[in-house]
C-alpha cells in the first residue's frame, strides 16, 4: 500500500511540474533577463522570431535595418517595448519626437498600429555635447571620430497616454568596428532603451524607439541620452511637455 502511495505521489508531482513549465515561460514573452532594478535585458541573438519580424518591417517602415539583435538591449523597469533600427540614409532628417498609437492598448510597437505623431511645440533646444561640428582637429586634416546625440524631444502629449517616443546618436569616423553604447532615458517614467553592439558604418545612425505611459499629471518632462565607443562620448538632454 505505501509502494502504491508513493507512486502516486511521484506521478501527482511530475504533471504538476509539467503543468507549471508553460505558465514560467509566459513570464518572459521578449526572452529577456530580469535586473535587480526591474529593468530587462535581451541578449544579442536572443531576440524571439515574431519580435525579429515584427522589428524589421517597423524599420524598414522608418528607413532603416532592424539591429535590436545585434547587440544586447535593455529595456527601463515601466518600459514596455523597445525597437533599435539603424538608419539607412543617415543624411534623411531623423526623429525624436513620439508616436501616439490609437489603440491605448497596443504596448508593442507595430508597423501595423494605427498611430500619429505627437504635435510638436517650439522648445528650448536640447543640450548636446560635444557640439557635432568639431570633427577636424585644429590646424590639422586629421579625422577625428565623433558622437552626435538627439535626445527625445519637442512635443505634446496627454496624461495617462500610450506614447512611442523616439531618440537617436549618430557615430562619425570610427574604424575597426568598435563596440558602441546607447543608452536613451525619460528618468521620471522609468522609461529607457539601451543598445550595445558594433558600431560598423560610416556615418553609423542608432535609431530607438520605446513604448510608455504618460504620467497622470501635468508636467515637463526631461529627458536624457548618452552614447559611447570607448571614452569618446556624447551626452544630450531635451524636454516634452505633458498636457
Known amino acids: 500500500m505505501r509502494s502504491r502511495i508513493q507512486h502516486a505521489l511521484k506521478i501527482t508531482a511530475l504533471g504538476a511540474a509539467a503543468c507549471m513549465t508553460p505558465a514560467v515561460a509566459q513570464h518572459a514573452p521578449d526572452n529577456a533577463i530580469r535586473n535587480a532594478d526591474g529593468s530587462r535585458t535581451i541578449l544579442r541573438s536572443q531576440q524571439l522570431p515574431e519580435a525579429n519580424e515584427r522589428h524589421a518591417r517597423w524599420c524598414r517602415l522608418h528607413g532603416g535595418v532592424d539591429i535590436t539583435n545585434d547587440g544586447d538591449v535593455t529595456?527601463?523597469?515601466?518600459?514596455?517595448?523597445?525597437?533599435?533600427?539603424?538608419?539607412?540614409?543617415?543624411?534623411?532628417?531623423?526623429?525624436?519626437?513620439?508616436?501616439?498609437?490609437?489603440?491605448p492598448d497596443q504596448n508593442v510597437i507595430s508597423p501595423d498600429t494605427e498611430m500619429e505623431q505627437a504635435p510638436f511645440i517650439m522648445p528650448q533646444s536640447p543640450r548636446i555635447s560635444p557640439e557635432p561640428d568639431g570633427r577636424l582637429a585644429p590646424h590639422s586634416s586629421t579625422v577625428i571620430p565623433t558622437i552626435s546625440?538627439?535626445?527625445?524631444?519637442?512635443?505634446?502629449?496627454?496624461?495617462?497616454?500610450?506614447?512611442?517616443?523616439?531618440?537617436?546618436?549618430i557615430f562619425y569616423d570610427f574604424t575597426g568596428s568598435p563596440k558602441g553604447r546607447v543608452v536613451s532615458k525619460i528618468p521620471l517614467l522609468g522609461c529607457q532603451w539601451s543598445w550595445e553592439g558594433l558600431i560598423q558604418w560610416n556615418p553609423h545612425q542608432v535609431d530607438g524607439f520605446t513604448a510608455c505611459m504618460a504620467p497622470s499629471f501635468q508636467a515637463v518632462v526631461g529627458t536624457q541620452i548618452e552614447a559611447c565607443v570607448g571614452f569618446v562620448c556624447a551626452r544630450g538632454e531635451g524636454s516634452f511637455v505633458v498636457e
Do not use: E, M, Q
Not at 518600459?79 to 538608419?87: G, K
Not at 546625440?149 to 546618436?169: E, H, I, M, Q, W
Open 75 to 103: 529595456l527601463g523597469p515601466k518600459t514596455f517595448d523597445a525597437v533599435v533600427c539603424r538608419r539607412l540614409n543617415p543624411s534623411a532628417p531623423g526623429f525624436s519626437g513620439a508616436y501616439i498609437p490609437k489603440n
Open 149 to 169: 546625440v538627439y535626445p527625445n524631444n519637442g512635443y505634446t502629449t496627454k496624461r495617462d497616454t500610450l506614447f512611442y517616443p523616439a531618440s537617436y546618436a
